[in-house]
């Protein structure tokens, strides 16, 4: 079955800097990937996903890239602020029967003012 | 917005009790999820169904079962609690038709002394 990587574990940045969460996935035949973040106390909300037929998506302050070659994917958040403190995780899941998410080990990351 | 409601914040049960989650949603959605989330491990899949009356197991199916009755509402059942099994517990839904990503409950905490 699939398998979902996610490093760093903890990430500490400053305020307006940049911070970039990969990811890595084990079954070549996952197509869509998604990234929640987890405020402290709340449920898991999705910010952006990607699909395997797009390499790159935006949104905002963050982004997504997707190497399918390589099995691997990434948020980048730029300019961040101190709400972009959070637990994030990254998932995977091909689009067959239930599209069930096998989800990464989330990044707890946090900005510093 | 999709409602999905789990019954209770917190719970506190006792070794070897029987131990019933609900999760209740209003959107008729037809695929439903339960994750436990534990530090450092992220969100692992414990049980999900795709209709009423039908379970799959994820991949920690031991020690949990399922009920789907109704399409609204998706029971997670702990056959004989364990201290093993406190977690937070995470209910999902998705539409089978719109792939937008799960919608999550608030979760429930579950403790067992």
């Known amino acids: 079955g699939e398998n979902v990587e996610q490093h760093p574990s903890t990430l500490s940045v400053q305020e307006g800097d940049s911070a970039v969460i990969k990811c890595t996935y084990s079954d070549s035949a996952s197509n869509y990937f998604p990234w929640y973040k987890q405020e402290l106390g709340k449920r898991p909300q999705l910010i952006i996903d990607i699909r395997s037929n797009v390499g790159e998506k935006k949104d905002q302050r963050i982004a997504v890239t997707l190497n399918k070659t390589a099995k691997h994917f990434s948020l980048h958040i730029t300019e961040t602020q101190p709400e972009d403190s959070a637990v994030y995780f990254c998932a995977a899941s091909g689009i067959q029967g239930a599209q069930k998410l096998v989800f990464g080990q989330g990044t707890r990351l946090t900005i510093n003012p | 917005d999709v409602k999905v409601t789990q019954s209770s914040r917190y719970l506190v049960k006792r070794t070897g009790e029987k131990v019933f989650l609900e999760c209740v949603q209003d959107m008729d959605h037809e695929n439903m999820f339960w994750y436990r989330q534990d530090p450092g491990l992220g969100l692992r899949l414990i049980y999900f169904?795709?209709?009423?009356?039908?379970?799959e197991k994820g991949d920690i199916p031991e020690g949990y079962s399922v009920s789907r009755e109704k399409k609204e509402r998706f029971s997670l059942i702990l056959e004989s609690a364990s201290t093993n099994q406190t977690s937070m517990y995470l209910c999902a839904t998705l539409s089978g038709t719109v792939i937008y990503g799960y919608t999550f409950g608030s979760g429930t905490r579950l403790t067992v002394v």
């Open positions: 169904s795709y209709d009423v009356k039908m379970k």
